[in-house]
């Protein structure tokens, strides 16, 4: 696979859902090429479809018509060959293990040395400003630490893709600007591909290469806005006529595609 090859390729994606109140057409003809390296958010209204085509990507769900590949597999392929790591909405921390414990699970499995696995769990931890708490079980700290927990967990992983459900939806402001400012420049060291679900538009400004603008349900790709900022983006970049006039074209997007109850 070359660089102008799409890590992960959808086409003409189509999802419903069968429920007991009737069929919900979720996705709907969804197509989206993303490249190598790319940090691409996607931001729309409550129900228009992020997470669900995320947990596409990651064989979480499986798409009533279309395609999607990853790194050139289907999803449940990429999931075996454990090409990307995943981060819920929800912390998903095993009860019975330590902080600790659960950063290692995926390294355990992956068969990494014990100073390795070290190694990963003291950096991840650090990134995260969990220093201190990796003997601690999940009960024991709050869900915005649980959280950072579990993004933990997914950067020990270290997989070239890291899908992101709203990771930071539940942190305050400022640790959630911290971490920001951690992920870009963890992806700008390691030149990851992440595919990013937020209902921020500043942090999906701030963050993103691209940013996927999506309807409400049926969930279709409205926009697709190219960011002209630079990588290297201090948080006061935020602040810039550059980075609102992003902001600004995200917000018409999105309104241009919400359909308004009286």
């Given at each position: 696979?070359?660089?102008?090859?799409?890590?992960?390729?959808?086409?003409?994606?189509?999802?419903?859902?069968?429920?007991?109140?009737?069929?919900?057409?979720?996705?709907?003809?969804?197509?989206?090429?993303?490249?190598?390296?790319?940090?691409?958010?996607?931001?729309?209204?409550?129900?228009?479809?992020?997470?669900?085509?995320?947990?596409?990507?990651?064989?979480?769900?499986?798409?009533?018509?279309?395609?999607?590949?990853?790194?050139?597999?289907?999803?449940?392929?990429?999931?075996?060959?454990?090409?990307?790591?995943?981060?819920?909405?929800?912390a998903?921390?095993?009860?019975?293990?330590?902080?600790?414990?659960?950063?290692?699970?995926?390294?355990?499995?992956?068969?990494?040395?014990k100073?390795?696995?070290?190694?990963?769990?003291?950096?991840?931890?650090?990134l995260?400003?969990?220093?201190?708490?990796?003997?601690?079980?999940?009960?024991?700290?709050?869900?915005?630490?649980?959280?950072?927990?579990?993004?933990?967990?997914?950067?020990?992983f270290?997989?070239?893709?890291?899908?992101?459900?709203?990771?930071?939806g539940?942190?305050?402001?400022?640790?959630?600007?911290?971490?920001?400012?951690?992920?870009?420049?963890?992806?700008?060291?390691?030149?990851?591909?992440?595919?990013?679900?937020?209902?921020?538009?500043?942090?999906?400004?701030?963050?993103?290469?691209?940013?996927?603008?999506?309807?409400?349900?049926?969930?279709?790709?409205?926009?697709?806005?190219?960011?002209?900022?630079?990588?290297?983006?201090?948080?006061?970049?935020?602040?810039?006529?550059e980075?609102?006039?992003?902001?600004?074209?995200?917000?018409?997007?999105?309104?241009?595609?919400?359909?308004?109850?009286?």
């Amino acid at each position: 696979m070359n660089d102008k090859t799409p890590v992960i390729q959808a086409k003409n994606l189509d999802l419903t859902f069968q429920t007991n109140d009737g069929p919900i057409h979720a996705l709907k003809d969804v197509s989206l090429d993303i490249m190598k390296g790319d940090f691409v958010s996607f931001i729309g209204p409550s129900g228009c479809g992020k997470t669900t085509f995320l947990r596409v990507i990651a064989a979480l769900e499986e798409p009533t018509g279309g395609s999607v590949t990853v790194n050139g597999m289907t999803p449940d392929e990429a999931r075996r060959a454990r090409a990307y790591g995943y981060v819920f909405q929800a912390a998903g921390l095993y009860p019975w293990r330590t902080i600790e414990g659960n950063i290692r699970l995926p390294l355990e499995i992956m068969d990494f040395s014990k100073s390795e696995m070290r190694e990963r769990i003291d950096r991840v931890l650090q990134l995260v400003d969990l220093e201190g708490f990796g003997k601690k079980f999940p009960w024991q700290l709050s869900g915005g630490m649980q959280q950072r927990a579990s993004i933990a967990r997914a950067l020990a992983f270290d997989a070239d893709i890291l899908l992101m459900d709203e990771p930071f939806g539940a942190l305050d402001e400022i640790v959630r600007d911290h971490l920001n400012e951690q992920l870009l420049r963890l992806w700008d060291k390691t030149h990851k591909t992440i595919g990013f679900v937020t209902h921020s538009i500043p942090e999906a400004v701030y963050l993103s290469t691209r940013i996927v603008v999506m309807s409400p349900r049926p969930g279709r790709i409205t926009d697709v806005i190219e960011n002209t900022l630079p990588r290297d983006r201090p948080l006061d970049i935020r602040d810039t006529p550059e980075f609102l006039e992003i902001a600004h074209r995200v917000r018409e997007g999105l309104r241009a595609g919400h359909a308004y109850e009286d």
